[in-house]
């Protein structure tokens, strides 16, 4: 927990400097308009959405079960 919060300190802190270093060149940008025709309609794509999954039954091998448990 500690070595993460480090981390994420030292991260936000090297973002900070990089962001201000180059925060005086920033320009705005004129974008363009989003294209809202073609296409289907939202909610014949909502119905027809799915999710897929596969799983393998071979076992994990306990260096990568290891790995996923003590990494998270």
Known sequence: MTKNLV????????MSMIGAAGADDLQPIQLLSPQIDGGKPLMQVLQKRSTSR??????LPPQILSNLVTDS
């Open 7 to 14: 981390f994420f300190i030292c991260f936000f802190l090297v």
């Open 54 to 59: 596969e799983f393998s039954p071979d076992l």
